[in-house]
């Protein structure tokens, strides 16, 4: 009876993977890796552009994702995999959010670190560039981002397109804002489980008419479970900002995330420390929550420290009032951070956003 069970058990089985395939995939990726994405200067694997890899007879399938300025990568695909002797054709299914250049996610490990403070701080500092934006809030566990741009109650209006119904974007400060909080009741638990979940994730990313914009932010929710999992496999992120603050256990929160996106191959971009210090009316600066957390982390991930936005008070009330302090004081210390952190961002992707 035992000798039976093992047998069937043997039986079903996968059969061994076939080495003619596993040679093929090898070349396959050989070849993608030498074309290399502009702006951030790597190839397209690295990157995680390229995903869902499969060989079949002769045949190549995979996906590609892109913002919209980069539809040159199919054609410059389908010329590299030419060479391939065996090769038949290449198919391609592309994955991008139309009108949309730039895709960036603002991340956290943990919650409580500002992260949708800096996700809408940082969206003001790239309008005031003259950059057009927008402000997908997919933090489906703590929506904040309506608030905090004096949307409040807002009604999300579906229209037609000739791609079929879309949700149309609320505009807060010339920044086009959608969020998983406009949908929900006021005051009132969002309990999104498993399917339900995923699928408000896809239509958020996939059903919203969001037009011309060089720059989509996609403000995560903190950790590393299956909302943001989901968030990062539907989009074509093209790259992630890490928010921590100078504590050491932040630290090592983020890390835990930064497994999740290398996994899929998105680069980090850079590091924003939070709460970094405390400037005295005399001017003096006090690091309360210690030092050297964000640097820490940035010459481990050899990305480099975007910002280190001190501790303000006028940023928590301009969250509260819906009058975010980039835009109320762009003067400030704290919005200077911000300021630089765009400008830093649109010198890495100037060249291709303006081709």
Known sequence: MVHNSISSHQQVQASPPDPLIIARQQEVVQLLKQIIEPALKNDIVTLGMVRNLRIVDDYVYLRLYIGSHQQQLEAEIKTVLSLLSWCKKTYIQLCTIP???TSLAISSGKGGVGKSTTAVNLAIALRLTGAKVGLLDADVYGPNVPQMLGLGKSEVQVIDTPNGQKFLPLSAYGIKVMS?????????????RGPVLHKIITQFIHEVEWGELDYLLIDLPPGTGDAQITIVQESPICGVILVTTPQQVA?????RSIHMFRQVGVPVLGIIENMSYFISSS??????????????????????????????PRICNGGDTGEPLTLADPKSTTSQVFVQIAAALDTTFFSVLNA
């Open 99 to 101: 009108g949309v250049k």
């Open 251 to 255: 630290v090592a929160d983020v890390r």
């Open 283 to 312: 001017g003096e600066k006090t690091s309360i929550f210690g030092t050297g957390g964000g640097q820490k982390l940035a010459d481990e991930l050899k990305a480099p420290l975007l910002g280190e936005v001190p501790i303000d």
């Open 180 to 192: 998983v909080g406009l949908l929900a009741e006021a005051d009132h638990p969002l309990a999104w």
